[in-house]
């Protein structure tokens, strides 16, 4: 059964970039995968980010960013602010109508 | 404006049953795939599964299959999710979220999301 692997956490300087990476544990993940990204701070629903790799959802700012880096998905946040800090997933969709969410990524900003 | 609120969460026994409700407004539903997710307490999302627009394709996630059964009422602007043989690891927040809409292209995400029911399964 294929993983979608995501790293458990990373920290980020307010102001400063952070880049967070949506894998297979077995194969690369390409466009055919169409990634989403997902934001969820504690106690709230997901707020949608970017999907199908790199078009950003109505209201995102632009600092928030998808692409396709070596063999993974990943979202790049430029410009980091407090409110940023958040949990983050990917979802990946692996045809047949399946679609599998990686574990999340606990992003601090400090 | 664009809204999902869902319903009918609880406590319910480990082998009973339960019916999730999202309803929707502020939107043709009938054009939408609809999604339910759920988030168990300290955990990480997880898809569960996904109805087309007219409710002729369904899909489930291993994990579900053989006991959650995905539906809607087009004519209700509602979407449903009948839980069955409940365990104590369903445990968790369940979301609905709107996903693609029919005629257009694919991108196979959830666009729109509900704030969540919480299903807790005990003895």
């Known amino acids: 059964q294929t993983v979608v692997t995501q790293e458990p956490s990373l920290s980020v300087s307010p102001g400063g970039t952070v880049t967070l990476t949506c894998g297979l544990s077995s194969g690369s993940v390409s466009t055919g995968y169409y990634p989403s990204w997902y934001q969820q701070t504690p106690g709230q629903a997901p707020r949608t980010l970017i999907y199908s790799t790199n078009t950003r959802s109505s209201g995102v700012p632009d600092r928030f960013s998808g692409s396709i880096l070596g063999n993974k998905a990943a979202l790049t946040i430029t410009g980091a602010q407090a409110d940023d800090e958040s949990d983050y997933y990917c979802?990946?969709?692996?045809?047949?109508?399946?679609?599998?969410f990686g574990g999340g990524t606990k992003l601090t900003v400090l | 404006q664009v809204q999902l609120v869902e319903s009918g969460g609880g406590v319910v026994q480990p082998g009973g049953s339960l019916r999730l409700s999202c309803a929707a407004s502020?939107?043709?539903?009938?054009?939408?795939?609809m999604h339910w997710v759920r988030q168990a307490p300290g955990k990480g999302l997880e898809w569960v599964a996904v109805i087309s627009y007219d409710g002729s394709l369904k899909y489930c996630a291993d994990s579900v299959k053989g006991r959650f059964t995905i539906s809607r009422d087009n004519s209700k602007n509602t979407l449903y999710l009948q839980m069955n043989s409940l365990r104590a690891e369903d445990t968790a927040v369940h979301y609905c979220?709107?996903?693609?809409?029919?005629?257009?292209?694919?991108?196979?995400?959830?666009?729109?999301w509900g704030k969540g029911t919480t299903v807790t399964v005990s003895s």
């Open positions: 502020g939107f043709t539903f009938s054009t939408y795939a």
């Open positions: 979220a709107r996903g693609d809409t029919v005629g257009a292209a694919h991108y196979y995400y959830m666009d729109v």
């Open positions: 979802v990946l969709y692996m045809g047949s109508g399946i679609r599998v």
